[in-house]
């Protein structure tokens, strides 16, 4: 979300990014393509024709490249965190958890004992 803002994403884009379908009204119609990418190659579902279209529609074969590249390796970063647990910070995780529209996922707890 701190990418987002960073990013010049308004507080209402955010908190509709999980949100499918995206309501209307509320994204331009390329941001609506990238969101709608995002969320399916974040759920490792087909990008399909009308998905890839979209895109194609609005942005070139090189910004496409840059949108999927970005999105890919933003994918890759939270599955690591996500397989690692990865603690944040105390500020950032209070800069991201009060505003964050998607909940942060319960943790286990550690049954790790470290004989290994």
């Given at each position: 979300?701190?990418?987002?803002?960073a990013a010049g994403l308004t507080?209402?884009?955010?908190?509709?990014?999980?949100?499918?379908?995206?309501?209307e009204g509320v994204y331009e119609d390329d941001e609506a393509a990238i969101v709608r990418y995002?969320?399916?190659?974040?759920?490792?579902?087909p990008i399909t024709d009308e998905?890839?279209?979209?895109?194609?529609a609005h942005f070139s074969e090189q910004q496409i490249i840059e949108i999927c590249f970005?999105?890919?390796?933003?994918?890759?970063?939270?599955r690591f965190h996500a397989t690692f647990l990865t603690e944040l910070d105390p500020s950032t995780r209070e800069?991201?958890?009060a505003t964050?529209?998607?909940?942060?996922?319960?943790?286990?707890?550690d049954t790790h004992d470290g004989s290994d």
């Open positions: 979300m701190l990418l987002g803002r507080e209402e884009k955010l908190a509709h990014l999980a949100d499918t379908p995206l309501p995002a969320q399916a190659s974040t759920r490792m579902e998905i890839y279209n979209d895109l194609r970005t999105i890919g390796m933003s994918n890759t970063i939270n800069s991201v958890e964050c529209p998607i909940p942060f996922p319960e943790q286990p707890p």
